[in-house]
Protein backbone atom coordinates (compact mmCIF):
# COMPACT_ATOMS: atom_id res chain seq x y z
CA UNK A 1 0.00 0.00 0.00
CA UNK A 2 1.46 3.45 -0.91
CA UNK A 3 0.20 4.67 2.47
CA UNK A 4 2.85 2.11 4.64
CA UNK A 5 5.85 4.68 3.63
CA UNK A 6 4.03 7.81 4.92
CA UNK A 7 3.36 6.41 7.59
CA UNK A 8 6.81 5.39 8.92
CA UNK A 9 8.08 9.05 8.93
CA UNK A 10 5.16 10.45 11.18
CA UNK A 11 5.60 11.12 14.90
CA UNK A 12 5.22 8.54 17.49
CA UNK A 13 1.73 9.54 18.63
CA UNK A 14 0.75 9.21 15.13
CA UNK A 15 2.07 5.52 14.67
CA UNK A 16 0.68 4.76 18.00
CA UNK A 17 -2.78 5.92 17.27
CA UNK A 18 -2.76 3.06 13.76
CA UNK A 19 -1.11 0.47 15.79
CA UNK A 20 -2.83 -2.91 16.15
CA UNK A 21 -3.91 -4.34 19.69
CA UNK A 22 -4.98 -7.36 20.71
CA UNK A 23 -7.91 -9.18 20.76
CA UNK A 24 -8.75 -7.72 17.42
CA UNK A 25 -12.32 -7.73 16.22
CA UNK A 26 -13.63 -8.88 13.17
CA UNK A 27 -13.23 -6.49 10.33
CA UNK A 28 -16.53 -5.13 8.78
CA UNK A 29 -17.45 -2.94 5.94
CA UNK A 30 -17.45 0.00 8.59
CA UNK A 31 -14.09 -0.71 9.72
CA UNK A 32 -12.45 -0.53 6.11
CA UNK A 33 -14.20 2.99 5.91
CA UNK A 34 -12.51 4.23 9.15
CA UNK A 35 -9.56 2.88 7.86
CA UNK A 36 -9.29 4.90 5.38
CA UNK A 37 -10.66 7.65 6.79
CA UNK A 38 -7.35 7.23 9.40
CA UNK A 39 -5.23 6.74 6.45
CA UNK A 40 -6.09 10.39 5.44
CA UNK A 41 -5.63 11.95 8.45
CA UNK A 42 -2.48 10.45 8.38
CA UNK A 43 -1.22 11.30 4.92
CA UNK A 44 -2.88 14.87 5.41
CA UNK A 45 -0.83 15.41 8.60
CA UNK A 46 -3.94 17.41 10.20
CA UNK A 47 -3.02 15.55 14.18
CA UNK A 48 -4.85 17.01 16.23
CA UNK A 49 -5.27 16.97 20.55
CA UNK A 50 -7.82 14.34 21.46
CA UNK A 51 -11.04 15.92 23.06
CA UNK A 52 -11.97 12.60 24.66
CA UNK A 53 -10.43 9.20 25.46
CA UNK A 54 -13.03 5.99 24.93
CA UNK A 55 -13.22 2.99 26.83
CA UNK A 56 -14.98 0.27 26.51
CA UNK A 57 -15.50 -1.48 29.24
CA UNK A 58 -17.10 -5.34 28.14
CA UNK A 59 -17.56 -8.44 30.36
CA UNK A 60 -18.58 -10.49 27.20
CA UNK A 61 -22.15 -10.65 27.57
CA UNK A 62 -24.12 -12.65 24.83
CA UNK A 63 -26.49 -10.63 23.56
CA UNK A 64 -27.57 -8.28 20.66
CA UNK A 65 -27.08 -5.16 22.48
CA UNK A 66 -23.54 -5.97 23.43
CA UNK A 67 -22.84 -7.07 19.92
CA UNK A 68 -23.88 -4.31 17.73
CA UNK A 69 -21.51 -2.32 20.10
CA UNK A 70 -18.72 -4.94 19.19
CA UNK A 71 -19.76 -4.60 15.46
CA UNK A 72 -19.90 -1.20 15.63
CA UNK A 73 -16.82 -0.07 17.39
CA UNK A 74 -14.82 1.84 14.27
CA UNK A 75 -17.90 4.02 14.33
CA UNK A 76 -16.89 5.64 17.29
CA UNK A 77 -13.24 6.78 16.40
CA UNK A 78 -14.29 7.10 12.75
CA UNK A 79 -17.36 10.07 14.27
CA UNK A 80 -15.25 11.26 16.45
CA UNK A 81 -12.00 12.62 15.07
CA UNK A 82 -10.06 9.58 15.36
CA UNK A 83 -9.70 10.41 19.00
CA UNK A 84 -8.49 7.34 20.48
CA UNK A 85 -10.58 4.07 21.47
CA UNK A 86 -9.28 1.93 24.33
CA UNK A 87 -11.24 -1.48 24.16
CA UNK A 88 -10.68 -3.47 27.98
CA UNK A 89 -10.23 -7.42 26.79
CA UNK A 90 -12.32 -9.37 29.10
CA UNK A 91 -10.02 -10.01 31.66
CA UNK A 92 -9.55 -6.52 32.38
CA UNK A 93 -13.02 -5.29 32.58
CA UNK A 94 -14.09 -8.17 34.59
CA UNK A 95 -10.93 -6.50 37.03
CA UNK A 96 -12.91 -3.19 36.59
CA UNK A 97 -16.05 -4.84 37.32
CA UNK A 98 -14.95 -6.88 40.58
CA UNK A 99 -13.20 -3.72 42.02
CA UNK A 100 -16.24 -1.09 41.18
CA UNK A 101 -18.99 -3.55 41.45
CA UNK A 102 -21.41 -0.36 40.87
CA UNK A 103 -20.50 -0.96 37.27
CA UNK A 104 -21.89 -4.43 37.27
CA UNK A 105 -25.00 -4.89 35.09
CA UNK A 106 -24.35 -1.79 33.26
CA UNK A 107 -21.60 -3.27 30.80
CA UNK A 108 -20.91 -2.96 27.91
CA UNK A 109 -19.75 0.77 28.98
CA UNK A 110 -18.60 3.23 26.89
CA UNK A 111 -16.82 6.08 28.54
CA UNK A 112 -16.10 8.89 27.18
CA UNK A 113 -12.71 10.49 29.85
CA UNK A 114 -13.46 14.30 29.01
CA UNK A 115 -9.60 14.85 28.78
CA UNK A 116 -10.68 19.35 28.40
CA UNK A 117 -11.82 18.63 31.86
CA UNK A 118 -8.51 17.57 33.52
CA UNK A 119 -6.73 20.44 31.69
CA UNK A 120 -8.95 22.97 32.38
CA UNK A 121 -10.06 22.43 36.20
CA UNK A 122 -8.08 19.81 38.10
CA UNK A 123 -10.33 20.45 41.15
CA UNK A 124 -13.59 19.53 39.44
CA UNK A 125 -15.03 16.41 40.13
CA UNK A 126 -16.35 16.07 36.47
CA UNK A 127 -14.45 13.57 34.22
CA UNK A 128 -16.77 13.17 31.46
CA UNK A 129 -19.31 10.77 31.00
CA UNK A 130 -20.43 7.40 30.14
CA UNK A 131 -23.07 5.19 28.31
CA UNK A 132 -24.60 2.26 30.08
CA UNK A 133 -24.96 0.36 26.85
CA UNK A 134 -26.18 -2.82 29.55
CA UNK A 135 -29.24 -1.26 30.48
CA UNK A 136 -30.83 -0.91 27.16
CA UNK A 137 -32.99 -3.80 26.45
CA UNK A 138 -33.51 -4.30 22.22
CA UNK A 139 -31.22 -3.75 20.15
CA UNK A 140 -32.70 -0.72 17.78
CA UNK A 141 -32.84 1.41 21.25
CA UNK A 142 -29.56 0.62 21.55
CA UNK A 143 -28.58 1.84 18.60
CA UNK A 144 -30.57 5.15 18.35
CA UNK A 145 -28.86 5.87 21.88
CA UNK A 146 -25.53 5.08 20.98
CA UNK A 147 -26.27 7.46 17.61
CA UNK A 148 -27.45 9.95 20.22
CA UNK A 149 -24.33 9.86 22.38
CA UNK A 150 -21.96 9.99 19.17
CA UNK A 151 -24.49 13.19 17.53
CA UNK A 152 -24.14 14.60 20.97
CA UNK A 153 -20.29 14.51 21.62
CA UNK A 154 -19.39 15.44 17.82
CA UNK A 155 -21.97 18.82 18.32
CA UNK A 156 -20.18 19.97 21.36
CA UNK A 157 -16.31 18.83 21.40
CA UNK A 158 -15.50 21.88 20.89
CA UNK A 159 -17.55 23.57 23.86
CA UNK A 160 -16.53 24.33 26.83
CA UNK A 161 -18.79 23.64 29.25
CA UNK A 162 -20.05 20.42 27.97
CA UNK A 163 -21.29 19.20 31.29
CA UNK A 164 -24.21 21.79 31.17
CA UNK A 165 -25.32 20.44 27.47
CA UNK A 166 -25.27 17.13 29.08
CA UNK A 167 -27.75 17.99 31.83
CA UNK A 168 -29.98 20.23 29.23
CA UNK A 169 -29.81 17.81 26.30
CA UNK A 170 -29.24 14.50 27.63
CA UNK A 171 -30.79 14.49 31.00
CA UNK A 172 -33.66 16.88 29.63
CA UNK A 173 -33.21 19.26 32.74
CA UNK A 174 -35.03 22.54 32.96
CA UNK A 175 -38.86 23.16 31.82
CA UNK A 176 -38.03 22.72 28.24
CA UNK A 177 -36.66 19.90 28.94
CA UNK A 178 -39.56 18.20 30.84
CA UNK A 179 -41.86 19.29 28.17
CA UNK A 180 -39.56 17.13 25.57
CA UNK A 181 -39.77 14.38 27.96
CA UNK A 182 -43.40 14.19 27.66
CA UNK A 183 -43.11 14.51 23.92
CA UNK A 184 -40.99 11.64 23.40
CA UNK A 185 -43.10 9.68 25.28
CA UNK A 186 -46.32 10.34 24.04
CA UNK A 187 -44.83 9.78 20.74
CA UNK A 188 -43.45 6.51 22.02
CA UNK A 189 -46.84 5.26 23.21
CA UNK A 190 -48.59 6.71 19.65
CA UNK A 191 -46.16 4.26 18.18
CA UNK A 192 -46.64 1.54 20.27
CA UNK B 1 -70.59 24.56 40.94
CA UNK B 2 -71.36 21.87 43.45
CA UNK B 3 -68.88 21.87 45.70
CA UNK B 4 -68.72 18.20 45.67
CA UNK B 5 -68.00 18.43 41.94
CA UNK B 6 -65.47 21.67 42.91
CA UNK B 7 -63.44 19.18 45.26
CA UNK B 8 -63.44 16.17 43.54
CA UNK B 9 -62.16 18.37 40.14
CA UNK B 10 -59.27 19.60 42.91
CA UNK B 11 -58.05 16.73 43.73
CA UNK B 12 -58.18 15.19 40.15
CA UNK B 13 -56.28 17.93 39.19
CA UNK B 14 -53.77 17.49 41.75
CA UNK B 15 -53.89 13.81 41.41
CA UNK B 16 -53.00 14.95 37.06
CA UNK B 17 -50.42 16.71 37.78
CA UNK B 18 -48.47 14.88 40.36
CA UNK B 19 -48.21 11.26 37.89
CA UNK B 20 -46.98 13.70 35.16
CA UNK B 21 -44.18 15.18 37.67
CA UNK B 22 -43.24 11.37 38.72
CA UNK B 23 -43.28 10.27 35.19
CA UNK B 24 -40.89 13.00 34.12
CA UNK B 25 -39.03 12.28 37.45
CA UNK B 26 -38.78 8.81 36.19
CA UNK B 27 -37.58 9.20 32.79
CA UNK B 28 -35.15 11.56 34.01
CA UNK B 29 -34.17 9.10 35.99
CA UNK B 30 -33.44 6.47 33.46
CA UNK B 31 -31.84 8.98 31.29
CA UNK B 32 -29.28 9.54 34.14
CA UNK B 33 -28.57 5.82 34.63
CA UNK B 34 -28.10 5.76 31.06
CA UNK B 35 -26.13 8.63 30.26
CA UNK B 36 -23.98 9.04 33.75
CA UNK B 37 -21.82 12.03 33.87
CA UNK B 38 -18.76 11.05 35.51
CA UNK B 39 -18.09 12.76 38.82
CA UNK B 40 -16.84 12.02 42.42
CA UNK B 41 -18.26 8.66 42.55
CA UNK B 42 -15.95 7.66 39.40
CA UNK B 43 -12.82 9.47 39.94
CA UNK B 44 -11.16 6.26 40.72
CA UNK B 45 -12.40 4.65 37.98
CA UNK B 46 -10.93 7.32 35.61
CA UNK B 47 -7.77 7.52 37.24
CA UNK B 48 -7.44 3.53 36.98
CA UNK B 49 -8.16 4.12 33.54
CA UNK B 50 -5.73 6.43 32.71
CA UNK B 51 -2.96 5.02 34.46
CA UNK B 52 -3.43 2.30 32.02
CA UNK B 53 -3.28 4.29 29.10
CA UNK B 54 -0.53 6.03 30.79
CA UNK B 55 1.26 2.74 31.75
CA UNK B 56 0.86 0.85 27.82
CA UNK B 57 -1.32 -1.42 29.34
CA UNK B 58 -4.49 -0.40 27.09
CA UNK B 59 -3.43 0.90 23.33
CA UNK B 60 -5.50 2.28 20.96
CA UNK B 61 -7.76 0.38 19.30
CA UNK B 62 -7.27 -0.14 15.47
CA UNK B 63 -8.48 -1.07 12.48
CA UNK B 64 -6.72 -4.01 10.57
Redesign the interface.
Known amino acids: MTEDKPLQDKSAATE ?6 KP ?1 PK ?1 TDH ?2 D ?2 ES ?1 SQVVEGGSSHAPRF ?1 F ?2 IDCGWDGPVPNLIRNN ?2 MI ?1 HLQNND ?5 TRE ?1 SDQ ?1 LR ?2 P ?2 IG ?1 DPVL ?1 A ?2 LYASRTDVES ?8 LG ?2 KTESEALT ?1 LRK ?1 LNFLASHRKGGNI ?1 KH ?1 KEQ ?4 GVT ?2 IE ?2 RV ?1 SEAMVGG | MNPVAEVLSTVFGIVLVGAIAFEIRQRRKRLRELYNVLDAEDRQVVADLDQMVANGILQPYAIG
Open positions: KSVRLIKADMAAAHFLLSTPLFVLQMKYHLKLRDEYHGFHLNLITFEILHKDGAVLG
